[in-house]
């Protein structure tokens, strides 16, 4: 089993930045691919971005993409996702998860995560 818990959430204005963090606990050994998606009100949850652990490759959303960064500390096992130039848009609640090896990796897809967070809410005014 893994738990993961996110932390880092919180309201910003337009324009700010933000730092969630993703902290796993448990069989993380076993853990390959790492992400993060969000889910507004009314709307499907979506792909913000990956992170692979074998070769270190990154996966970004379209509308996140030169804004937002993903990334992972080993040795904390911590996942991280700077949001920068935040906007209204962006609101969400924000939901870490994590994908046992198994030699592939499609990051988008939400049904490739066997483990997901319980969620932060990142709130961004206009």
């Known amino acids: 089993q893994v738990q993961l818990v996110e932390s880092g959430g919180g309201l910003v204005q337009a324009g700010g930045s933000l730092r969630l963090s993703c902290a796993a606990s448990g069989r993380t050994f076993n853990i390959d691919g790492m992400g993060w998606f969000r889910q507004a009100p009314g709307k499907e949850r979506e792909f913000v971005a990956g992170?692979?652990?074998?070769?270190?490759?990154?996966y970004y959303g379209d509308s996140v993409k030169g804004r937002f960064t993903i990334s992972r500390d080993n040795a904390k096992n911590t996942l991280y996702l700077q949001m920068n130039s935040l906007k209204p848009e962006d609101t969400a609640v924000y939901y870490c998860?994590?994908?046992?090896?198994?030699?592939?990796?499609?990051?988008?897809?939400?049904?490739?995560?066997?483990?997901w967070g319980q969620g932060t809410q990142v709130t961004v005014s206009s």
């Open positions: 992170f692979r652990r074998i070769g270190g490759s990154t």
């Open positions: 998860a994590a994908k046992i090896f198994s030699g592939s990796y499609s990051p988008a897809a939400r049904n490739e995560y066997e483990y």
